[in-house]
Nanobody, 117 residues
């Protein structure tokens, strides 16, 4: 059974940093493009970063380019999101999933990131 578990979210001041982790199980992790998504209240879930198979390339939403960095450890079935210079508009629940996502049954609970002074 596929399971993803996100962790690392917190309340942080503007300009601060966080590292999110996502552990996946029940899928052949190394064969998937993996992504970090976020959903703010009243907004649709959006992908903010993705990393290709083997970690050969990464892509970012324009608003996080240069501040966020996605990485993966296929030996641990884990994907990370390093977030620097956080802004209030980064406040959201962050999720991980393959890109495209597996489907509505396979989202984790996410991890809350709140950027506020």
């Amino acid at each position: 059974q596929v399971q993803v578990v996100e962790s690392g979210g917190a309340l942080v001041q503007p300009g601060g940093s966080l590292t999110l982790s996502c552990a996946a199980s029940g899928l052949d992790f190394s064969r998937y493009i993996m992504g970090w998504y976020r959903q703010a209240p009243g907004n649709k879930r959006e992908v903010v970063a993705r990393i290709l198979i083997g970690g050969t390339s990464t892509e970012y939403k324009d608003s996080v380019q240069g501040r966020f960095s996605i990485s993966r450890d296929d030996a641990k079935n884990t994907v990370y999101l390093q977030m620097n210079n956080l802004k209030p508009e980064d406040t959201a629940v962050y999720y991980c999933n393959p890109v495209p996502p597996l489907g509505p049954l396979y989202w984790g609970q996410g991890t809350q990131v709140t950027v506020s002074s």
